[in-house]
């Protein structure tokens, strides 16, 4: 078991560029999770998928920002015209089911906007 | 609304003492708490969970807590610290039958030789 796979686990990019972010749960997990985490706002929630299905991205900034889950083995996290403020380490997570059930962190991808 | 929290953004310890990291939850009906660690430049790990029952949860490398209904909090303890405990806890809390986990600011714990 290899765990929560996240790449690339640094990536720089300009302003206005975009970034895709990937992550690779662990097989048999019907729940992802995606959180943000900087030093100013702590560990922040941006979406959830179940069975691949979007359940919640009431954590997403509207713009700029999207996720995608298109089969059972992988996630990515988009986000369009990167802006500094984006700069952040992005945790991907999953789990076998909901809140209950203990979440397993990938390391984490630290995105720096230049 | 659901939320956690550290009053301690950082505790400092010395090898070989005991160590509380506090943690207070504010939430309506059941909660399921949890405690995560995060060493540098890696994800989080789970130290242990709170389900209703016995109020003392035992986790990994030594480490308990106890929750507190009346207090509204959840403690976690370890009775001799390691430098190896050098890291950023979290504290988190869900709900029953819930899916978000909303987790708290977090407490550096430095370990001092």
């Known amino acids: 078991n290899a765990g929560v796979i996240q790449t690339p686990r640094h990536k720089v990019t300009g302003k206005g560029q975009e970034a895709t972010l990937w992550c690779e749960p662990i097989?048999?997990?019907?729940?992802v999770f995606w959180y943000r985490q900087t030093i100013v706002q702590g560990l922040e929630f941006l979406t959830y998928?179940?069975?691949?299905?979007?359940?919640?991205d009431s954590g997403m900034p509207k713009e700029r920002f999207s996720a995608q889950m298109p089969n059972q083995s992988h996630s990515t996290l988009k986000i369009q015209s990167t802006q500094p403020q984006d700069s952040a380490v992005y945790l991907c997570?999953?789990?076998?089911?909901?809140?209950?059930?203990?979440?397993?962190f990938g390391p984490g991808t630290r995105l720096t906007v230049l | 609304a659901q939320s956690v929290t550290q009053p301690d953004a950082r505790v400092t310890v010395s090898e070989g003492a005991s160590l509380q990291l506090r943690c207070k939850y504010s939430?309506?009906?059941?909660?399921?708490l949890f405690w995560y660690v995060q060493y540098p430049r890696q994800g989080l790990q789970l130290l242990l969970k709170y389900y209703p029952g016995d109020p003392v949860v035992q986790g990994v490398n030594g480490f308990e807590a106890e929750f507190s209904k009346s207090n509204s909090s959840f403690h976690l303890r370890k009775a001799s610290v390691h430098w190896s405990d050098w890291a950023v806890y979290f504290c988190?809390?869900?709900?029953?039958?819930?899916?978000?986990?909303?987790f708290g600011s977090g407490t550096r714990l430095l370990v001092s030789p």
């Open positions: 997570a999953s789990s076998l089911g909901g809140g209950a059930y203990e979440q397993y």
């Open positions: 097989s048999g997990h019907s729940a």
């Open positions: 998928f179940r069975n691949q299905a979007p359940i919640d």
């Open positions: 988190a809390v869900t709900r029953t039958g819930g899916y978000k986990v909303v």
């Open positions: 939430y309506f009906g059941t909660p399921y």
